[in-house]
C-alpha cells in the first residue's frame, strides 16, 4: 500500500505547513488549484502532502491519505459493497490522475489512481 496524496486540512495552513517544515525537512510550494489551493511538498519514495483550508463552511479539519490503486471504479464499488458511503466519487484532476473519497466506520479515506 502506498500513499500517493496526504491531505490535511486545516485553517490555519501557514502554521500548520510552518510545523511540518521544521519537525520533517520538507519545502511547501504556493497554493495550487488542482488541489483546492493547498499548498503541497514531495513526500519521501513519491506521492505529495498537501495542506489546504476549507473548502466549505461545514468541511471540518482531517488528515485524509489518498492510497494508490490500479482501477479506482472498481476500488470505489468494492468500498460501496463493504458498506462504505461514498463521499466523492472517482473525479480527475487534469495531468494528475483520479480521486474518489469513501467514509467508513467514520473515517474518511481517499483513493488514487494515476
Not at 35 to 44: I, K, S, V
Not at 75 to 96: F, L, N, S
Request: aromatic letters at 6%; a negative charge; glycine letters at 12%.
Amino acid at each position: 500500500m502506498q500513499v500517493q496524496y496526504l491531505e490535511i486540512v486545516t485553517p490555519d495552513v501557514d502554521a500548520m505547513c510552518g510545523t511540518l517544515e521544521k519537525l520533517h525537512g520538507v519545502r511547501f510550494g504556493s497554493p495550487e488549484a488542482d488541489f483546492g489551493n493547498a499548498r503541497t511538498a514531495a513526500l519521501e519514495g513519491g506521492g505529495l502532502i498537501g495542506v489546504r483550508a476549507p473548502m466549505r463552511a461545514d468541511e471540518e479539519p482531517v488528515v485524509r491519505p489518498y492510497v494508490l490503486i490500479d482501477d479506482i471504479e472498481s476500488a470505489v464499488e468494492a468500498a460501496r459493497a463493504a458498506g462504505a458511503e461514498i463521499a466523492m466519487p472517482p473525479t480527475e484532476i487534469p495531468k494528475r490522475g483520479k480521486f474518489a473519497i469513501y467514509i467508513h466506520g467514520g473515517i474518511q479515506h481517499g483513493l488514487w489512481q494515476i
